[in-house]
């Protein structure tokens, strides 16, 4: 099993950051890859940033030069450092992992989200 906890949201103002962070806990498996996701108020779920165990990373044109996503494969946990914050980013930001069980099973695991809201 594994549990993603995440931690970090928050109220902040237009132009502001956070940090927000996700760590990964449990036995018999190994994650390949972390990121973040973002579901606003009726919208659906979108894809903020990823990072495999090598560092490479991938993120969204909308939050491109804005959020930096890190990890810290020691402790299986991601970061998402988020600056010059707009009130579009406001939303539940949600946590992923990817990877396998030691049994050779996919593992896809969330967290629970944390909200984020940017005022003007």
């Known amino acids: 099993q594994v549990q993603l906890v995440e931690s970090g949201g928050g109220l902040v103002q237009a132009g502001g950051s956070l940090r927000l962070s996700c760590a990964a806990s449990?036995?018999?498996?190994?994650?390949?890859?972390m990121g973040w996701y973002r579901q606003a108020l009726g919208k659906q779920r979108e894809l903020v940033a990823v990072i495999t165990s090598d560092g490479s990373t991938n993120y969204a044109a909308s939050v491109k030069g804005r959020f930096t996503i890190s990890r810290d494969n020691a402790k299986n946990t991601v970061y998402l450092q988020a600056t010059s914050l707009k009130p579009e980013d406001t939303a539940v930001y949600y946590c992923?992992?990817?990877?396998?069980?030691?049994?050779?099973?996919?593992?896809?695991?969330w967290g629970q989200g944390t909200l984020v809201t940017v005022s003007s």
């Open positions: 992923n992992a990817l990877g396998s069980f030691a049994w050779g099973i996919a593992l896809d695991a």
């Open positions: 449990g036995s018999m498996f190994s994650i390949n890859a």
